[in-house]
């Protein structure tokens, strides 16, 4: 089944500890995605990757890193969450970047106290 | 920058009537996307329209596009309560960004909550 794999789907965490919200699709697509959902304010894309070891910046970068050394992979990597980073993280990604629709992962709810 | 607005954010619907949710966006594009949310949940593809005056439909809803007009629609016929979700509209931002380079981002609208009531 094709899909966008995203772990862990909740996480309860504190201030400053270094977590990251892994990302995997099967679909040999060359664009991934991450977008944070926040109440009154949409979906907001935080970075992107073109391609491996292609990645680059969207609207809300801050806070957040990424990597992409496989295709199939895109982990979204909080160095010193802050409670400003609780938010519902989705992943997404697409066959390539000018090419089809966005398919999404099931989302990662993060509380950061 | 791309701006995306839809309307109305919230819609409460009685079962078998019809409604449309407008999507306006601000600049040139003729890719739009519709996606439908239920609380908790992912982002889920209901259409994607291609070019100017694509129309789709898929059970009671219809999706349509004009891009001169720079504005799709998604028409709800004889609402169920099934229906009741946030419906997103997404425009491709291909091409778009000064310089031409493509990066695959699709800009959201801000969502309708619709629900339907018996």
């Known amino acids: 089944e094709a899909q966008v794999t995203q772990n862990p789907r909740y996480l309860i965490t504190v201030t400053g500890k270094k977590l990251t919200v892994t990302c995997s699709q099967n679909?040999?697509?060359?664009?991934m995605s991450w977008y944070r959902q926040d109440p009154g304010l949409g979906l907001r894309q935080i970075y992107y990757?073109?391609?491996?070891?292609?990645?680059d910046k969207g609207d809300v970068p801050e806070g957040y890193k990424v990597s992409r050394k496989e295709k199939r992979n895109f982990p979204l990597i909080l160095e010193s969450p802050s409670p400003n980073q609780t938010s519902l993280y989705f992943c997404?990604?697409?066959?390539?970047?000018?090419?089809?629709?966005?398919?999404f992962g099931e989302g990662s709810r993060l509380t950061v106290l | 920058e791309l701006k995306v607005e839809q309307n109305p954010l919230f819609l409460s619907m009685q079962e078998g009537k019809n409604y449309t949710i407008y999507c306006n966006y601000s600049?040139?594009?003729?890719?739009l996307y519709w996606y439908r949310q239920d609380p908790g949940k992912s982002l889920e593809s209901l259409f994607v329209l291609l070019s100017n005056g694509a129309v789709k439909q898929e059970g009671r809803l219809m999706a349509s596009l004009d891009t001169k007009a720079r504005l799709s629609t998604l028409h709800i016929t004889a609402a169920v309560h099934d229906l009741s979700a946030t419906y997103f509209c997404a425009v491709d931002m291909l091409g778009n960004p000064p310089g031409g380079t493509s990066y695959g981002k699709l800009t959201f609208g801000q969502g309708t909550i619709l629900t339907v009531h018996p």
């Open positions: 997404a990604s697409r066959y390539h970047s000018n090419t089809g629709e966005l398919f």
């Open positions: 679909m040999n697509h060359e664009y």
């Open positions: 990757s073109m391609n491996v070891e292609v990645t």
């Open positions: 600049t040139t594009s003729d890719r």
